[in-house]
């Protein structure tokens, strides 16, 4: 069985850190891509960040860049994310997601939720 699971999210204030992790079982993660994305109330899903299959290189979407870090442990199966700097408009549920070709993403994970306020 295939499964992402996402952890590391909570409440935090403004300029306050969190890294979120995504545990990856059930395919071989060194296949895959892996990116995060995060959808805020009310709003659509937003592509974060992303990773290559063996981490040697990073995406960033431009209101992240110097804020967020994406870094992967394929001996542990674990995607990580820093994040520093948050600022309210970074509250949003955030997912993991892994894809093995140039399509869309092949699995999805239920998603951590970060909210930022004071």
């Known amino acids: 069985e295939v499964q992402l699971v996402e952890s590391g999210g909570g409440l935090v204030q403004p300029g306050g850190s969190l890294r979120l992790s995504c545990a990856v079982s059930?395919?071989?993660?060194?296949?895959?891509?892996m990116s995060w994305v995060r959808q805020a109330p009310g709003k659509g899903l937003e592509w974060v960040s992303g990773?290559?299959?063996?981490?040697?290189?990073?995406y960033y979407a431009e209101s992240m860049k110097g804020r967020f870090t994406i870094s992967r442990d394929n001996t542990k199966n674990t995607l990580h994310m820093q994040m520093n700097s948050l600022k309210s408009e970074d509250t949003a549920a955030y997912y993991c997601?892994?894809?093995?070709?140039?399509?869309?993403?092949?699995?999805w994970g239920r998603g951590t939720q970060v909210t930022v306020s004071s």
């Open positions: 997601a892994a894809r093995k070709g140039a399509g869309g993403y092949d699995y």
């Open positions: 059930g395919f071989t993660f060194d296949d895959y891509a």
């Open positions: 990773i290559s299959w063996n981490g040697d290189i990073t």
